[in-house]
C-alpha cells in the first residue's frame, strides 16, 4: 500500500523552522558536502530535522514539501514495518510523525547541550554534521516513539543502523530527557530499560546495563523478558568514561561518577562517585 499523511504536524514544522535563530543553520543556504546516510530513513530525518544542516533548505518555507517529505519517511517506516506485521500500520506511523515536531525540539535541546558541554564544540552546525553522540540521540529518539506504538522489532532496526555508524548503542526502550549530550560516544551501551533525566552528559564507554538476568521458571536456557532491569539516571548527572552502571538503580540528581567507576547499589543526590585508587590509599597509610 502507499502511505499518504494525514496529520498536520508538517505545518507544525514549518512554523518551527521559521521560529529558529541562526545557529542552527535553518535559513543558511550554504552547499554542504554531502554525507551518505547508514540508511535511508536516518537521511530523511536529517533534512525534516535540520534541514539547512543537510542542503533541504527548500523545505523550510514550503509545507507542500514537507508533506511530500512526510509521505515518503512514512512509506520508508511502513515498509520497515510490514515484515513484522499483517499491514502497513498506518495509524502507528501518521502517529510517529506527528511527534516530529515535538522530536526536533528536543534535539534542538541536545545541540545546545552539546555546545555547552564540550569546550571544543564551536557551533551547533557543527554539532548538528559531525557528532556521533547527536545522530544516535536523533535515531532514537524516532525509535523510541515505534517503539511506543508497539513495533520494537523495527525499532530495533533504525537502532541498530545509528549503532553501526556511531558506535553507540541505545536500545528503543530506553527514556531519555532533554538536554542530553553523549560526548566521543564509542562503546556506550544504554539498556532497554534504562530512564535518563535531565541534563545528562556522559562519555565514552558508558554502560547503563544489567547485573543480572532472571530466568524463565517453566523454560530452560530461557531468560525472562519485559522486566526492569537497568538504572534509572537522575537530572543533572555527569557519567565518565568507562563508567559501569548496573542493575535497577536509582542515581539521584546532581551526581558526579568518576571515569571507569563500577556502581551496582543507589547512588544518593549531590554525590561524587569515585574509585579509591591503590596509590591513594598507601599515601594515606604511609
Known amino acids: 500500500m502507499e502511505y499518504i499523511y494525514t496529520g498536520t504536524a508538517h505545518e507544525a514544522l514549518v512554523d518551527a523552522y521559521r521560529e529558529d535563530d541562526d545557529r542552527f543553520g535553518t535559513h543558511c543556504r550554504s552547499d554542504f558536502p554531502t554525507r551518505e546516510p547508514p540508511i535511508e530513513e536516518v537521511g530523511m530525518l536529517r533534512r525534516l530535522l535540520f534541514p539547512g544542516c543537510w542542503n533541504a533548505a527548500e523545505l523550510v518555507d514550503d509545507e507542500a514539501a514537507v508533506r511530500e517529505a512526510f509521505d515518503a519517511l512514512g512509506e520508508l517506516f511502513c515498509k520497515g514495518i510490514q515484515p513484522y506485521a499483517s499491514a502497513c500500520l498506518s495509524d502507528t506511523v501518521t502517529a510517529v510523525l506527528d511527534r516530529l515536531p515535538e522530536i526536533r525540539r528536543l534535539l534542538k535541546r541536545d545541540v545546545e547541550a552539546a555546545y555547552k558541554g564540550d569546550p571544543a564544540a564551536t557551533s551547533y552546525v557543527e554539532i548538528v554534521r559531525s557528532y556521533p ?10 525509535a523510541n516513539a515505534i517503539y511506543r506504538q508497539g513495533e520494537g522489532a523495527y525499532a530495533r532496526e533504525l537502532a541498530e543502523a545509528a549503532h553501526r555508524s556511531t558506535g553507540i548503542d541505545i536500545h528503543p526502550g530506553a527514556e531519555i530527557g532533554e538536554h542530553f549530550f553523549i560526548d566521543h560516544g564509542s562503546g556506550v551501551v544504554i539498556g532497554e530499560t534504562a530512564t535518563i533525566g535531565d541534563w545528562v552528559r556522559m562519555y565514552q564507554e558508558v554502560t547503563l546495563g544489567a547485573l543480572h538476568f532472571e530466568e524463565e521458571e517453566d523454560e530452560e536456557h530461557a531468560l525472562k523478558k519485559g522486566y526492569k532491569r537497568h ?26 561518577i568518576e571515569a571507569n567507576a563500577w556502581v551496582t547499589d543507589d547512588v544518593p ?3 561524587s562517585v569515585f574509585i579509591k585508587h591503590p596509590e591513594q590509599e598507601r599515601k594515606r597509610v604511609d
Do not use: C, F, Q, Y
Not at 135 to 141: D, F, K, Y
Not at 234 to 256: E, M
Open 231 to 256: 538504572p534509572d539516571i537522575g537530572d543533572n548527572v555527569v557519567i565518565g568514561a568507562g563508567a559501569k552502571i548496573l542493575g535497577p538503580i536509582t542515581v539521584g540528581d546532581h551526581v558526579s
Open 269 to 271: 543526590d549531590r554525590t
Open 133 to 142: 553522540g547527536l545522530e544516535a540521540v536523533m535515531v532514537h529518539r524516532v
